[in-house]
């Protein structure tokens, strides 16, 4: 199942990360995605990891489970990196290979910059496994609280944003089941030339277009067989609190980032 994701999937447990205020870790991994873009050295980037990987020790998640939630972003990440390894110039040249060639600065790029956006793909994705697009929603609704006083959809934004990464998993399947049945009535998506493939894309891109307005159309009926009201204000079931090890998991996000930050002063 190439297509199969596990982004804005949520895995189930009792770990400290799943305990934690879904608030705190909207914030922690916002800081921790935010963070990378400090780390210009190996010495940060070993800090960085140590972090993370600290992080999915301590929310229990299987590492396949993981790998196979960031593995489509890394792919990414690893092609940009041969890119920045092959078409930056600048620096001592180490190797070369015709009009190819790799670079002290080309290297540096393809491995620190790609490693760094890693950290940021976990955080992100370990944030999704371990809170349910409930307490997204609830997370997000209270950070945009601040826009809806001041007239602006806070409470709309959040609902479409936590739906949006309800709904990418799912989409992610109609688009594998639909290949599924387009390659079993023939279409050439894996042979034939590159324009005749391009052709076979689009009566697929149709019907997940299809089927994406029928999820739409039924969560909007979902949505008025609920009374739901926009902005309308309502009580939660469980209501958010901060507790000591929320704020004890807010600290040592500062720390960490006032730690990324100070050592590449020193460095």
């Given at each position: 199942?190439?297509?199969?994701?596990?982004?804005?999937?949520?895995?189930?447990?009792?770990?400290?990360?799943?305990?934690?205020?879904?608030?705190?870790?909207?914030?922690?991994?916002?800081?921790?995605?935010?963070?990378?873009?400090?780390?210009?050295?190996?010495?940060?980037?070993?800090?960085?990891?140590?972090?993370?990987?600290?992080?999915?020790?301590?929310?229990?998640?299987?590492?396949?489970?993981?790998?196979?939630?960031?593995?489509?972003?890394?792919?990414?990440?690893?092609l940009l990196a041969v890119f920045n390894l092959?078409?930056?110039?600048?620096?001592?040249?180490?190797?070369?290979w015709g009009a190819l060639s790799v670079t002290?600065?080309?290297?540096?790029?393809?491995?620190?910059?790609?490693?760094?956006?890693?950290?940021?793909?976990?955080a992100s994705s370990l944030m999704l496994l371990?809170?349910?697009?409930?307490?997204?929603?609830?997370?997000?609704?209270?950070?945009?609280?601040?826009?809806?006083?001041?007239?602006?959809?806070?409470?709309?934004?959040?609902?479409?944003?936590?739906?949006?990464?309800?709904?990418?998993?799912?989409?992610?399947?109609?688009?594998?089941?639909?290949?599924?049945?387009?390659?079993?009535?023939?279409?050439?998506?894996?042979?034939?030339?590159?324009?005749?493939?391009?052709?076979?894309?689009?009566?697929?891109?149709?019907?997940?277009?299809?089927?994406?307005?029928?999820?739409?159309?039924?969560?909007?009926?979902?949505?008025?067989?609920?009374?739901?009201?926009?902005?309308?204000?309502?009580?939660?079931?469980?209501?958010?609190?901060?507790?000591?090890?929320?704020?004890?998991?807010?600290?040592?996000?500062?720390?960490?980032?006032?730690?990324?930050?100070?050592?590449?002063?020193?460095?």
């Open positions: 199942m190439a297509l199969r994701l596990g982004i804005g999937q949520y895995l189930p447990g009792s770990s400290p990360i799943h305990r934690l205020d879904p608030r705190v870790k909207v914030t922690g991994a916002l800081a921790l995605m935010v963070s990378v873009f400090f780390i210009t050295g190996p010495l940060q980037l070993v800090l960085g990891y140590a972090c993370v990987l600290a992080l999915v020790a301590a929310a229990g998640v299987p590492v396949s489970r993981l790998v196979e939630s960031i593995r489509p972003i890394v792919i990414v990440l690893a092959l078409f930056i110039r600048t620096g001592d040249e180490l190797w070369r002290t600065d080309g290297l540096r790029v393809a491995v620190i910059f790609s490693l760094r956006l890693v950290i940021a793909v976990i371990t809170t349910t697009p409930t307490q997204l929603t609830d997370a997000f609704d209270a950070g945009l609280a601040p826009l809806s006083r001041l007239g602006l959809p806070g409470h709309e934004l959040a609902m479409v944003f936590s739906l949006m990464l309800r709904f990418i998993p799912t989409i992610a399947d109609e688009a594998q089941a639909i290949l599924d049945a387009q390659t079993l009535r023939g279409a050439p998506l894996s042979d034939g030339s590159l324009a005749r493939r391009l052709k076979a894309v689009a009566p697929m891109l149709i019907a997940l277009l299809a089927s994406s307005i029928h999820h739409a159309n039924g969560l909007s009926r979902a949505l008025d067989a609920r009374c739901y009201a926009g902005g309308a204000t309502r009580s939660h079931w469980h209501p958010l609190r901060m507790r000591r090890s929320d704020w004890l998991a807010l600290l040592a996000v500062a720390a960490y980032v006032v730690a990324l930050v100070g050592l590449g002063q020193l460095l």
